[in-house]
């Protein structure tokens, strides 16, 4: 009897290759892990994007929005206020001295200082690398913060401030993250400050001045808008003068003999703190002046935000000759300081040639 037909070979796979189920299930795992790894890549590199910025602007190139840094300058002055308020509040300043000043006064150093600076420093540098940063108190590599800024723009700053994109190489931050150090280890903490300061080819455009125990931050942008205003009058024939407390009887001989006997002299410190005193704060322990004077050299983180502020609403801060001070190159002002607002600032320069020369005699 005939044989019944063979029955058909398995189907082949081309090339002769036999297809697995298990083999296409493996194959397809592989597939998946594959594609999940690169788009999880993608993923963090997006997230990267969104905490750091833009690789061209952390590259060095690029542009910066002055808008983006004023409320990251507000965000950094709060933060070191933070610090600053714990660390005198806990009443362990582990004060040190780090030099003298020109004048023989010595120059003291907290952890509050410290420990303001690596919050303000930091957040700063993470969110915009590219950008120059100055700062009063060393950095050192050891002591790097972890902090990012999660992109969010109060709505004050929203509702006045337009974006502004500049060259991220022109531009230059002045940070200071305790200004009146001296005061502060003697509690007297109305004229503590935190400051940030941003200049654009050397000229102030963003100010940011942080009171940290009474929670009040005045911020002012050149050309763009501000929370703070000046007062409605100040008194011009005979004014109210603020000066640092080390030298008010310096200036005040002088300013009697120009303005007249009934020329009051505040003794202040800080230099935040006399810059607000030119304006109307919402703080009863801010005191009023009409004048803000300086006779003696001084570091620009200490008046770079002040001058922002002023130059936004009006005013003016220059050397005691009227000269504009540049806030690039080195890190010091020699001419004095005179500031004011809603005056004849040409007019207190004018009056004031006998001021100019102290500042020489003392620097």
């Not at 009474?214 to 004014?239: H, I, L």
């Amino acid at each position: 009897a005939a044989r019944p037909p063979a029955p058909p070979p398995p189907a082949m796979a081309p090339m002769g290759i036999r297809l697995s189920p298990l083999g296409v299930a493996v194959f397809c795992l592989l597939g998946l892990g594959v594609l999940y790894h690169l788009y999880s890549g993608f993923l963090a590199g997006r997230l990267a994007l969104f905490v750091l910025g833009d690789p061209a602007e952390r590259a060095g190139g690029g542009t910066v929005d002055l808008r983006e840094l004023l409320a990251v300058s507000v965000l950094a002055a709060v933060k070191g206020g933070e610090e600053v308020k714990r660390v005198r509040e806990s009443n362990v300043l582990n004060e040190k001295a780090k030099g003298k000043t020109r004048e023989g006064a010595e120059e003291k150093m907290t952890s509050g200082d410290v420990l303001s600076n690596r919050k303000m420093f930091y957040l700063l540098k993470n969110t915009f690398p590219s950008v120059q940063i100055n700062t009063e108190e060393h950095v050192d590599a050891p002591d790097k913060e972890t902090i990012f800024w999660n992109r969010s723009i109060p709505e004050d700053i929203k509702e006045k401030i337009q974006p502004k994109m500049v060259p991220a190489e022109s531009v230059t931050v002045w940070i200071d993250p305790l200004d009146a150090t001296h005061e502060y280890t003697e509690d007297l903490r109305q004229y503590v400050t935190t400051m940030v300061c941003v200049a654009v080819n050397g000229e102030p455009v963003v100010g940011v001045i942080h009171k940290p125990f009474s929670a009040y931050t005045a911020w002012a942008m050149v050309d763009g808008g501000s929370n703070v205003e000046a007062r409605s009058s100040y008194s011009e024939r005979t004014p109210r003068i603020i000066v640092s407390r080390s030298h008010a009887g310096k200036v005040e001989q002088v300013a009697r003999q120009t303005f007249g006997n009934k020329t009051v002299i505040i003794p202040a410190g800080g230099a935040g703190y006399k810059v607000l005193a030119l304006l109307d704060v919402p703080d009863k322990k801010q005191e009023k002046a009409d004048v803000y004077i300086h006779v003696t050299y001084i570091k620009k983180w200490d008046i770079c935000a002040g001058n922002a502020v002023l130059k936004a609403l009006g005013g003016h801060m220059t050397t005691l000759t009227g000269e504009e001070i540049s806030y690039t190159g080195s890190d010091g002002n020699e001419g004095g300081l005179l500031a004011s607002i809603n005056v004849n600032h040409q007019a207190l320069v004018d009056k004031l040639p006998d001021l100019e020369k102290a500042s020489h005699k003392q620097t």
